[in-house]
């Protein structure tokens, strides 16, 4: 009687400390997968600013921004930024507050993100937005 019993709680503590391992295994696994999804899950950061923050023809523009940033880091803005503020392309304006004030700036990326939606190359979006805006720039 008293030999099966110590046999068993021999067993038991191998049988726990296996269990204890196993769970140590599995807790590790689990971490690096929620690692892994939470990583892929993670969305792309973010260029521009949130439209959603504005209303009319400033979300249209910042609409465009969001969808079409390889068409606007193309394209020139004639709004004097580019000189003043060191912006390098359209894109620029809309990283920041920038666009929400500029008339200029709303008018060609709404323009833009336009005649891009219906098919436009980029070419000549950008002489369209130099016809209409780059006077005197
Ligand atoms: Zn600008």
Do not use: W
Not at 74 to 99: A, I, P, S, V, W
Not at 113 to 118: L, T, W
């Amino acid at each position: 009687m008293k030999k099966t019993e110590s046999k068993s709680s021999v067993t038991a503590i191998f049988a726990a400390i296996a269990a204890l391992g196993l769970l140590l295994i599995v807790a590790v696994g689990v971490r690096q997968i929620r690692a892994s999804t939470a990583a892929a899950a993670a969305p792309a950061p973010r260029l521009t600013l949130d439209p959603n923050q504005f209303a009319g023809d400033t979300r249209r523009a910042y609409t465009a921004a969001e969808k079409h940033p390889e068409v606007l880091a193309q394209l020139d803005c004639y709004c004097g930024c580019e000189q003043h503020e060191g912006h390098k392309n359209l894109l620029d304006c809309f990283r920041t507050m920038h666009g929400a004030g500029c008339d200029i700036c709303v008018g060609e990326a709404v323009t833009a993100g336009q005649m891009y939606e219906s098919g436009t190359p980029v070419d000549q979006i950008r002489a369209a937005l130099q016809a209409r805006y780059g006077h005197g720039g």
